[in-house]
Structure formats: C-alpha cells, structure tokens
C-alpha cells in the first residue's frame, strides 16, 4: 500500500490532500493517514499545510510539518 501511495503522491508536484487520495485510491482516510505518517517519518514524502508533496530539492525552502 505504501507504494501505491507514494507513486500516487508523486504524481501530483502540486500536493494532494487526504480526502483526494481518499476518493482517488478508494482507501479509508484512518488507513492512508497511517501509511502517510509512515511516508513522512522514512523522508519519502513531505507534507506543507494539509497536502502532500513528493519528497524533492524543490521543497527545500518550504514550511516542512511532519
């Protein structure tokens, strides 16, 4: 699941919010909220605000929240 999740953030460089992936990948939001924390803590991903981006130099400079 984490794969999946992470290709799907990938594919969004203008960030995505729970409720998108929600609908999108058809995956409780308690179930995605877990594997997004996982994403967060392994540095695979970056979350600005409420959306998530993919973890790259770009977001450097940006108000990181884990």
Avoid at 7 to 20: A, D, H, L, M, Y
């Amino acid at each position: 699941m984490e794969e999946i999740v992470q290709r799907f953030i990938n594919s969004q460089p203008n960030g995505v919010k729970i409720t998108e992936m929600e609908e999108t990948l058809r995956q409780s939001r308690l179930r995605l909220g877990y594997v997004t924390r996982k994403l967060l803590n392994e540095g695979k991903v970056v979350k600005v605000e409420n959306k998530y981006y993919p973890n790259t130099s770009e977001m450097e400079g940006m108000e990181v929240k884990k």
